[in-house]
DNA sequence: TTGTTATACCTCGTTTATCTATGCATAGTA
DNA sequence: TACTATGCATAGATAAACGAGGTATAACAA
């Protein structure tokens, strides 16, 4: 099933932070991680997420490191930062309230 | 707690068919309605839900008609048509893909 | 009666997250 | 040698919702 892109508006920043909690990773990496984990119906693209990247270490919220691959081959990795945990706690939560007001409203009690 | 706006877009109009299935409302009246059952989670605002419903009458999802309260006051009623209960199923479904992607994602397995 | 608040509808311009499209470069493979 | 996958990047387009403003009536208090 293919949904409404925009619904995905606002969580973006809630899975990248998700996956880099549990692991480093660099950003070719993670779009594979969320489509995959996703069951593919998220399809998230390079242009939607290097810029949240560059954004988020700008926000304090991520740090980065450029390490080479087996292969030679340059990657950036990213890790969370202790800001970037709290803003994690913090959106899991709003995630739930969103959750919770949507299947309250469209009558889906939980 | 006041929730990051962009997570609700792409929700609105499921709210909007939800409500509209249980019962035929004014404008004004949804707006309470939404905002009411999700304990103020969300706050439509008029700038947000009268484009909308326009644009709903417009794609055949949603049939309008005039009536006066008992104080002779104007309102203008909105009820679904058929089409909008497909969209609403529809948008149900679609829901219930898009939580289940993200919970998968976030690891928080219903 | 005059001012204020709640009800009820409407529109226009702004914001902003994400996507599309495109670019560059390297590694692996057919 | 050409193509595909990997890996990073940016610029412009898109579109949903909001903010701010408007009009008008009803109810109520001063």
Same mark, same amino acid.
């Given at each position: 099933?293919?949904?409404? &892109?925009? %619904?995905?508006?606002?969580? $973006?920043?809630? *899975?990248? *932070? @998700?996956?880099?909690?549990? /692991?480093?990773?660099?950003?070719? /990496?993670? =779009? #594979?991680? =969320?489509?995959?984990? @996703?069951?593919?119906? !998220?399809?998230?693209?390079? #242009? $939607? ?10 926000? #304090? *919220? %991520? ?22 945990? %709290?803003? %994690? &706690? ?7 309230? !969103? ?6 409203? =469209? #009558?889906?009690?939980?």
């Amino acid at each position: 099933m293919t949904i409404n &892109k925009e %619904l995905t508006k606002g969580s $973006t920043a809630l *899975l990248i *932070l @998700s996956v880099l909690s549990e /692991q480093e990773m660099y950003g070719y /990496q993670m =779009i #594979g991680e =969320i489509n995959r984990r @996703s069951d593919n119906v !998220f399809k998230m693209k390079e #242009g $939607t997420l290097y810029p949240i990247l560059h954004a988020m270490v700008n926000d #304090g *919220l %991520l740090e980065s490191y450029d390490a080479k691959s087996e292969t030679g081959r340059d990657r950036k990795y990213y890790r969370i930062t202790a800001a970037g945990s %709290l803003q %994690l &706690k913090a959106r899991r939560e709003e995630w739930q309230v !969103f959750t919770g007001a949507v299947n309250r409203v =469209i #009558g889906e009690e939980m």
